[in-house]
Structure formats: structure tokens, C-alpha cells
């Protein structure tokens, strides 16, 4: 089941990632076979269903202008291939009715299919991000991380992620009011999202936890980088007066863990030598065997 499961989610993540004018254009082509099919077999052999899945098809993987036009080329084809076949009407005029129904029917499911596509497209997003603050959430990260982990199995490369806790948070809310507490929250995220990478990746692991997950980066660069986003983040909080500090457990993968899970415990044992240490300081350690233990050094 496993395997089917993967095996699905490949092909629609090929599907969906391929290159969108290919994609039109090989839907326009199946609806060209069509048409020469249905010229073949003759007017009495219905092709109508064929007709809806290049055009359904197209809708989901490519948009709704491609799946307007594929449903227009659709109709007409058939309109063509109901002409050449030498089907007879009583009225001349009901061939092309007959047309202008079936392109409205082809419309319509184009505009039903885009729209489901954009409504689960929307609802995969928020099930991935966290309301707040708009980092990813636990979830997505877990996603993600489990792909760091396999590109690292397979391929070598070392990674970092940077466990983030906020010092004396509770102070905030306690003191300046939970509205305070999430306008810091939030201050945070649009901080880190600013000054990292784009293959970076920030989440909110819950409360006042975050991460950052920091694909092909050895130890040197995640330090430098980490120092620099510390750095920025203590300069936002001091403009707004906000009094609080950032201890950071920041940790590089040579080797992946067995888990994500084991992962965020990692870095999070880092975090927690941070605050020994007296806050707003970075932990760093390199996981250098599958199953190192942690023996935190200061960055």
C-alpha cells in the first residue's frame, strides 16, 4: 500500500510539475485523435466521454484559460467529425445547437475542475501553514525535513536546521498583552523570511519554537548564516522595544537521523544549552554518524 501510495503521489507530482504549454499541447493533440476516431467509427458510436477528459484533465494540471481553449477545440472537432461522418439532420441548424451545447458542457466542467483544483490547492496551503504567523507548520515542516533526510541518505549532502526559541516571552503577554505577543510572533517570521535564501524554509513549531530548515549547508556557512540571522533578529526586537532575546540550537547534518522527530530533538537539546548558558546565545554541533549523541560546543 505504502508503495502504491508513493508511487500515485509521483506521478501527480510529475504531472503537475511538468512544463505547462507541453501539457496543453499533448491534451490538443489527443483531442486531434479523438476527432479522426470518432470520423472513423461514425456518427452512430458516441465519443462524448473521451472528449471530457483532455478537457478535465487540462483544467486540474494546466488552468483554466488552457482548459477553455482545449474545451472550444473539443467541440469543434466534434462538430467536424459529426459533419464528415455524413450524419443527417431533419434541420440544418441542429448540428450546430447540438455543438454550442456540447462547448457549453465542455465549459462548464472546465470551470468546475479549475475551481475544484483552486479550492484544494487553497485548503492543501492552509493545512501547511501556520495561521498566525504564515511560516509553515509542524506538518509541513515534517514534510519537508523528510525530504532533506532522504536527499541526504542518497546523495551525501550535508544540511543545518536552527532551532529558534524566543527568551522571556511570556513577559511580552504578560506585560504588553497577547496582541503584542502575536504582532512579535509574527515580527519574527516576516524577519527570518527577509534575510533567507529562497530554498530556506521557516516554520513554527508551536508557541514561541521555530526552525529553519537549511538545505546544503555545511557547518562554516550555517554558522556565518545563523550569526547574521541572530543578529537581525535582535535588532527588530530592540526597535520595537520588545524585551526579549533569541537562543538558537543550530545543528549540521553530515549524516542524516533516523528521523525528523530525532532531528528536532537534536537541535531542540542545543536550544536548551542556549538558555543554560544565559540566553540569547547559539549552540552549534555536527551530526557526523547516524546515531551520534549531542555533545553541544558553543558556535
Same mark, same amino acid.
Given at each position: 500500500?505504502?508503495?502504491?501510495? !508513493? ?16 501539457? =496543453? ?14 470520423? $472513423?467509427?461514425?456518427? !452512430?458510436?458516441?465519443?462524448?466521454? *473521451? ?24 467541440? $469543434?472537432?466534434?462538430?467536424?467529425? @459529426?459533419? &464528415? ?13 447540438? &455543438? ?17 483544483? #483552486? ?6 496551503? =492552509? ?9 509553515? /507548520? ?6 519537508? &525535513?523528510?525530504? !532533506? ?9 550535508? *544540511? ?13 503577554? @504578560?506585560? =504588553? ?11 519574527? $517570521? ?19 519554537? *521555530?526552525?529553519? %530548515? %537549511? ?5 562554516? #556557512? &550555517? ?12 535588532? !527588530?526586537?530592540? /526597535? ?5 532575546? *533569541?537562543?538558537?540550537?543550530? %545543528?549540521?547534518? =553530515? /549524516?542524516?537521523p533516523r528521523s525528523v522527530e530525532d532531528l528536532l530533538d537534536l537541535a531542540d ?24 549523541? $549531542? ?5
Amino acid at each position: 500500500m505504502k508503495a502504491k501510495d !508513493e508511487t500515485r503521489t509521483w506521478i501527480m507530482s510529475f504531472l503537475e510539475w511538468r512544463n505547462k504549454p507541453l501539457l =496543453l499541447g499533448v491534451n490538443c493533440f489527443f483531442v486531434a485523435i479523438l476527432g479522426i476516431a470518432d470520423y $472513423v467509427t461514425g456518427y !452512430e458510436i458516441a465519443f462524448s466521454v *473521451f472528449y471530457v477528459a483532455p478537457v478535465a484533465g487540462t483544467a486540474y494540471f494546466v488552468g483554466r484559460p488552457g482548459a477553455l481553449l482545449v474545451a472550444l477545440l473539443s467541440a $469543434v472537432t466534434w462538430l467536424v467529425a @459529426d459533419i &464528415a461522418s455524413g450524419h443527417d439532420y431533419t434541420l440544418a441548424w441542429v448540428i450546430y445547437w447540438n &455543438a454550442l451545447a456540447r462547448l457549453l458542457v465542455f465549459v462548464i466542467i472546465a470551470v468546475f475542475v479549475a475551481a475544484l483544483r #483552486e479550492a484544494l490547492q487553497h485548503e492543501k496551503e =492552509l493545512s501547511r501553514s501556520d495561521f498566525l504567523t504564515g511560516a509553515a /507548520n509542524r506538518r509541513a515542516f515534517h514534510e519537508m &525535513a523528510n525530504l !532533506e533526510l532522504g536527499r541526504a541518505r542518497r546523495y551525501g549532502r550535508p *544540511f543545518s536546521v536552527a532551532h529558534v526559541d524566543v527568551d522571556n516571552f511570556k513577559m511580552v503577554n @504578560d506585560t =504588553l498583552g497577547h496582541q503584542a505577543g502575536d504582532d512579535l510572533l509574527c515580527a519574527i $517570521v516576516q524577519t527570518m523570511q527577509r534575510h533567507m535564501r529562497e530554498t530556506d524554509v521557516v516554520a513554527r513549531l508551536g508557541g514561541d519554537e *521555530f526552525v529553519l %530548515l %537549511l538545505p546544503e549547508t555545511a557547518k562554516h #556557512e &550555517a554558522s556565518v548564516f545563523v550569526q547574521k540571522m541572530h543578529k537581525h533578529l535582535n535588532e !527588530e526586537v530592540d /526597535n520595537r522595544k520588545w524585551p526579549v532575546s *533569541f537562543s538558537v540550537g543550530l %545543528l549540521t547534518c =553530515l /549524516n542524516a537521523p533516523r528521523s525528523v522527530e530525532d532531528l528536532l530533538d537534536l537541535a531542540d537539546k542545543l536550544t536548551y544549552e542556549a538558555k543554560r548558558s544565559g540566553k540569547n546565545a547559539i549552540k552549534q554541533d555536527v551530526v557526523a554518524a547516524r546515531l551520534a549523541s $549531542v555533545a553541544p560546543e558553543q558556535a
